[in-house]
């Protein structure tokens, strides 16, 4: 069966600094219409860097959405037609300083597919080198080294709420594991 819904009409609903969001009345599969609300958003990268002592270098900010800081891996939004690996490699170093010899593209996900479209492309940094951070204006943040293990137990223990950063714990720890048990 095809489950696709077309487009019977749209409306913008709000236009913001970074998203936007559109009323869409859709044609569903058996022929009867339905309402969908829908954010869109440029999308963006996180990267994962991983020193040499099996650390990732993490970011500590507040997050006002949820009222809280929350602990993640350095991320950020693509800019219009920019390349996901180019924008991994500036938010890097924007926020932790960090340059990295290597990436290895961990894959994209889909942060809210029900509602929202934004593609978050995951990279794995290493062979890092230490320089300078240089925040956005407006963007406070701590960076704190943390081995990856234990990212990866509070990933398990539902210690990392935050899904750009679990997702790239995990591929990251699975990935490192296989290179490690092929040597």
């Known amino acids: 069966m095809d489950y696709t819904e077309k487009t019977i009409s749209s409306e913008e609903i709000f236009r913001g600094r970074i998203m936007y ?17 829908i954010v869109e958003h440029p999308g963006g990268v996180a990267v994962i860097p991983v020193d040499e002592n099996g650390d990732v270098w993490c970011v500590r900010q507040y997050r006002y ?7 993640e891996v350095p991320a950020g939004k693509l800019e219009p037609d920019e390349d996901p690996l180019e924008c991994a ?24 597919p029900g ?17 300078e951070a240089h925040l956005d204006e407006g963007e406070f943040l701590h960076v704190e080294r943390i081995p990856l293990c234990e990212l990866f137990a509070m990933v398990m223990d539902d210690g990392l709420p935050d899904a750009k950063t679990a997702m ?5 720890k699975l990935l490192l594991d296989e290179r490690t048990e092929k040597q």
């Open 65 to 71: 959405a949820y009222a809280t800081d929350m602990l």
């Open 89 to 112: 490699v500036r938010e890097l170093s924007e926020e932790t300083g960090l340059r990295a010899e290597n990436y290895t593209f961990l894959g994209k996900l889909y942060p809210s």
């Open 115 to 131: 509602y929202c479209r934004e593609t978050l492309y995951l990279y794995l940094a290493t062979d890092l080198t230490r320089g």
């Open 168 to 172: 790239a714990v995990l591929k990251a």
């Open 21 to 37: 969001v559109h009323r869409d009345t859709v044609r569903l599969p058996d022929g009867s219409a339905a309402e969908r609300e």
